[in-house]
């Protein structure tokens, strides 16, 4: 599993949007990169995935780039609910097929908003 | 509206006691996680199973904590006897992975808050 790098903290104010960046500069061709959030006192949930290019929910955009070296989660005008902690990870997709398929979490990014 | 649910949410024992948590995945799940989440260590892998058989469990100390799935709607993590460092939020998550049809996000539990004093 390819290992993620992504800052500790981030601070910002409501409105703003706010771009988490991850390095994965060992991404495995058939990898995917995934984001969760999670809110305190709370387990971790699903907010993105994506392979290459952009994808865009109702909740956030993921920005990667041709190398797929790195990857940037893009929340818009982030609200004071928005503070949690988001999880940048590498592995199996929606399409992977692997016995020892399995979800390994990093440090995280703790995101803190302000009013 | 499907969900992983876990019991206890709250534990306090004493050191020396046996703990056992419940998680119930999501029907039709195939895979189960167990993750410990603390301050200093982060959320970390303890075990995962695939069809109720245990895949990986290098991740818990094998004298003291055992992890089991009885049947398909049951998965128990088991600490005997627990000790003031087992103190940690443990979540249960479940997904359908590792399959022709692809993998699914992992779905987390609430948690079981462990306190061992």
């Known amino acids: 599993l390819a290992k993620t790098t992504q800052p500790i903290s981030m601070d910002s104010y409501e409105g703003q949007e706010v771009n988490i960046t991850c390095s994965h500069n060992?991404?495995?061709?058939?990898?995917?990169i995934t984001w969760y959030q999670q809110f305190p006192s709370q387990g971790p949930r699903f907010i993105i995935q994506?392979?290459?290019t952009k994808v865009t929910n109702e909740v956030a955009s993921l920005f990667i780039p041709a190398d797929r070296k790195s990857s940037t989660l893009s929340l818009p005008r982030v609200s004071l609910s928005d503070t949690a902690v988001y999880y940048c990870?590498?592995?199996?997709?929606?399409?992977?097929?692997?016995?020892?398929?399995?979800?390994?979490f990093g440090s995280g990014t703790r995101l803190s908003i302000r009013p | 509206d499907a969900r992983v649910t876990q019991t206890p949410r709250h534990k306090v024992t004493e050191m020396g006691q046996e703990v056992t948590m419940r998680c119930q995945p999501i029907?039709?799940?195939?895979?189960v996680f167990w993750y410990r989440q603390t301050m200093m260590q982060g959320l970390e892998l303890l075990a995962y199973f695939r069809n109720r058989a245990p895949l990986d469990d290098s991740g818990m100390p094998k004298d003291r904590f055992s992890a089991e799935m009885p049947d398909a709607t049951l998965a128990t993590l088991k600490i005997q006897p627990s000790e003031p460092r087992d103190s940690a939020v443990y979540f249960c998550?479940?997904?359908?992975?590792?399959?022709?049809?692809?993998?699914?996000?992992?779905?987390f539990g609430q948690g079981t808050r462990l306190t061992v004093v």
């Open positions: 994506g392979y290459k």
């Open positions: 060992n991404i495995a061709t058939n990898d995917y």
């Open positions: 990870l590498v592995g199996d997709g929606p399409f992977g097929y692997s016995s020892a398929s399995k979800i390994i």
């Open positions: 998550a479940s997904g359908l992975l590792g399959t022709p049809k692809g993998n699914t996000e992992a779905f």
């Open positions: 029907l039709g799940h195939n895979t």
